[in-house]
């Protein structure tokens, strides 16, 4: 015998990233408007710094304007049928992109950090001082809004990422013209530039960790399977699990299913209960598909994976 347990929490109740929406928009309009300014005096100063900073800053927009359009994917019905999940997984896809994005901007900076050493170049500390400073205001702001969902959405954590190596790379055009300014030496713009391209780069692999995490359905971070498999084995009527699996769809919505061996005389819709309240209040998983197998039930033995 066997029987099936739902608990659906997908609206936008819910919904991590949904709940922060306009957190991300806010932080979008601050970013993009600034970019433009700061790109403009990169190239007026001729800092690599400042333009290592307003590519970043590109990147944010980018990643920003992905993330705002992937909450609004993950929220919309799905007319096909075919999208069982829903589309939540495009808000990882949005973090996946702003991996991607950081990546790509740290090797920009850094190539180009190594094809001016040596060479002579001239620098404007002064619009480096003012740019940089109107960026990390701009930055600290967005950090702020962005700082309260990222510990509930990996879209928004994301964002959050992105704008916190903005932020640290509007102190390094700080630091990088006050040094300029104060020494008459360009090199210092160099090397603050490849010490930005390194910190985005170790900020990108962590959270690109995370992201394939749940790209490849591993267990949610937290959630040991062997705990969870002696909890369900210590609900009354339990003798035996086997076929637990655990993933994330996305954000918030951590996914269950598992084989439950009962025994004789179990009562099996007490079984699916309690199983199903444990999954739900002990170990966040709000979505859970339980079989239940009587234990002289073999047809599990043909499964070959």
Known sequence: MSGHSHSHSHGAGGHASGRHRWRLAVSFGLIASFFGVELAYGLLSGS???????????????ALGAALVATRIATRPDTTGRRTYGS????VFASLLSVLLMLG??????????????????????PMLVVGAIGLAVNL????????????SLNVK???????????????????GWLVAAT??????????????????????????????VLGQHAPAGMDPADVADDLASVDGVKDVHDLHL???????????????????????????????????????????LQVEPSDHHGCDRVGW
């Open 141 to 152: 702001v967005a950090m702020l809004l962005l700082r309260a969902g990222a510990s509930e």
């Open 48 to 62: 690599l710094a400042l333009l290592s900073d307003a590519g970043h800053m590109a990147a944010d927009v980018v």
């Open 88 to 91: 939540y997984r495009a808000e």
């Open 247 to 289: 993933w994330t769809l996305t954000s918030g919505m951590n996914v269950a299913t598992a084989h439950l061996v009962t025994a004789d005389g179990a009562n099996n819709h007490a079984v699916l209960d309690q199983a199903r309240d444990l999954l739900r209040d002990r170990h966040g998983v709000a979505h859970a598909t």
């Open 184 to 213: 008459g030496q360009p090199v210092w713009d160099t090397v603050i530039a490849l010490a930005i391209g390194a910190f985005i780069s170790v900020r990108a692999v962590a959270l690109g960790r995370e992201v394939f995490a």
């Open 158 to 176: 994301g964002a959050y990422m992105e704008v916190v190596a903005d932020t640290a790379g509007s102190v390094g055009v700080i630091v990088a």
């Open 105 to 126: 901007v740290a090797v920009y900076v850094v190539i180009e950090a190594i094809g001016r050493i040596g060479a002579s170049a001239e620098v404007a500390a002064g």
